[in-house]
């Protein structure tokens, strides 16, 4: 499986950016997608996830109510939208595919950088 992210880019806080990553080579067994992002100087952290047969979602407090996770079936595709951006945003953003409930994901994308300029 390879996930290929895209959508990053230079924004000024209060704007909103949509994050894709397309799943190539997709397992059959896919559980879930999710969002990660690690800040300059900092661990990687959970933004967002939504299982892939039930839609169901889970979001980092601090995005919760800014940031929507959804997915396409039918492309292998995941989006994270973020609007209402903020300085503390700013970071590299992952996607990642989880084959299996309560196991760590197993395939990780390239990363995409997401500036927020306050």
């Known amino acids: 499986v390879q996930l290929q992210a895209s959508g990053g880019g230079l924004v000024q806080a209060g704007g909103s950016l949509r994050l894709s990553c397309a799943a190539s080579?997709?397992?059959?067994?896919?559980?879930?997608m999710g969002w990660f992002r690690r800040a300059p100087g900092e661990k990687r952290v959970f933004v967002a996830s939504?299982?892939?047969?039930?839609?169901?979602?889970d979001y980092l407090d601090s995005v919760k109510g800014r940031f929507t996770i959804s997915r396409d079936r039918a492309k292998n595709t995941v989006y994270l939208q973020m609007n209402s951006l903020k300085s503390e945003d700013t970071a590299v953003y992952y996607c990642?595919?989880?084959?299996?409930?309560?196991?760590?994901?197993?395939?990780w994308g390239q990363g995409t950088q997401v500036t927020v300029s306050s």
């Open positions: 080579g997709r397992a059959p067994d896919t559980y879930a």
């Open positions: 939504i299982t892939w047969d039930e839609g169901n979602t």
């Open positions: 990642a595919l989880k084959r299996r409930p309560k196991f760590e994901y197993d395939y």
